[in-house]
């Protein structure tokens, strides 16, 4: 059961025994596993689940499922989680932070607390600008939602690589005089009037002290206050940076366990092969890992 703890006077807050950080077959076993487990667990991502199930056009591999398509996959995973009770807070991570003997995880404008954190956020071409990490919290910034009342009356970019985040460029138009709008995909949707899409994609963020331009790859220079970057993903060094990778990924020993006590990733995120049924058992397994370091915390 989770505790709950007062924060201010008046206002109490729950840790939960485990976050999981995003909705792909590796956050659906986790969180699969925790719910058998009668865990008290929050569950972070997209309710579309993920886009990289979606797109498959045929799997093969799957054990059970001789011919599949990954939209029937996806469709079926939807389906059992709706049958467990599991429910989607629809949001992106940005932020992971340690506090004394738990985690707080930043995802839009909420606040989450849990002892145990399962990372299974996928592997995605993050697509870091160059100049970009640099300047995070320094004018760049991965949430509309958190940081657009900063740039009220102000000239930004917002460097989007998926429709579903066009909802947040419409936003950030009504609080900025003017947003630069650079997506990342084709036949991107309408904007209100103060969006201008330029003739070239974002190849760089400029900035000493803050940002101050977004480069183009056609050499021009857009002077800006600020840019939103978002993404399916966030770069691991922006998510928790203290937690060790190797080779671009996450580093895991044979339980989950990440570098930092109380952290386990499962799925892509912790390296190839990049496969649904690696992803599902290392989410079981980082779920098994999170109900005995909760036990282990008890006694
Ligand atoms: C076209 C295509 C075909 C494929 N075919 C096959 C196949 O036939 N067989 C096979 O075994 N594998 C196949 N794969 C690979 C398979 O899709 C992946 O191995 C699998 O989806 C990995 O699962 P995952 O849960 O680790 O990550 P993902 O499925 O990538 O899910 C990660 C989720 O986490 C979310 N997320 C990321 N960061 C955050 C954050 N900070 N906060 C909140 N949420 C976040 C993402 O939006 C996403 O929803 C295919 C992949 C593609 C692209």
């Known amino acids: 059961m989770a505790d709950m703890i007062d924060v201010r006077e008046g206002d109490k807050r729950m840790i939960y025994d485990a976050a999981v950080v995003g ?3 590796a956050g659906l076993s986790a969180a699969l596993n925790l719910k058998i487990h009668n ?3 929050i569950w972070i991502g997209s309710k579309e689940l993920s886009g990289k199930v979606e797109k498959a056009e045929l799997v093969r591999n799957y054990p059970g ?6 939209a029937a996959l996806n469709e079926a995973f939807r389906t059992h989680a709706a049958q467990m009770g599991l429910e989607i807070h629809e949001a992106m991570v940005n932020m992971i932070v340690p506090m004394k003997d738990h985690y707080a995880l930043s995802a839009g404008a909420d606040f989450f607390e849990a002892k145990a954190v399962v990372l299974a956020t996928g592997v995605a071409a993050v697509g870091a600008l160059p100049g ?3 300047l995070v919290g320094r004018g760049v910034s991965y949430c509309a939602t958190c940081d657009g009342g900063l740039y009220r009356g102000k000239t930004i970019a917002a460097v989007v690589n998926n429709p579903r985040f066009e909802h947040e460029v419409k936003y950030l138009a009504e609080l900025a005089a003017k947003v630069y709008f650079l997506p990342t995909y084709k036949n991107p949707g ?3 009037g103060n969006v201008e899409r330029p003739a070239a994609r974002a190849a760089g963020i400029e900035g000493e002290a803050r940002v101050s331009g977004v480069t183009l790859a056609n050499g021009e220079t857009l002077s800006v ?3 939103f970057c978002l993404r399916d993903a966030i770069s691991l060094s922006a998510l928790m940076p203290k937690l060790a990778a190797e080779d671009g990924h996450i580093a895991v020993d044979r339980h989950m366990a990440t ?3 109380g952290v386990f990733a499962a799925g892509d995120c912790t390296g190839r092969p990049y496969q649904y049924a690696k992803a599902v058992g290392e989410g079981n397994t980082a779920a098994h890992s999170v109900i005995e370091y909760l036990a282990s915390k008890e006694k």
């Open 23 to 25: 909705t792909g077959p």
């Open 39 to 41: 865990k008290s667990f």
């Open 65 to 70: 499922l001789p011919a599949i398509s990954g």
């Open 132 to 134: 970009e990490e640099a």
């Open 190 to 192: 309408d904007m209100p």
């Open 225 to 227: 206050d600020g840019v």
């Open 259 to 261: 570098n930092l006590n």
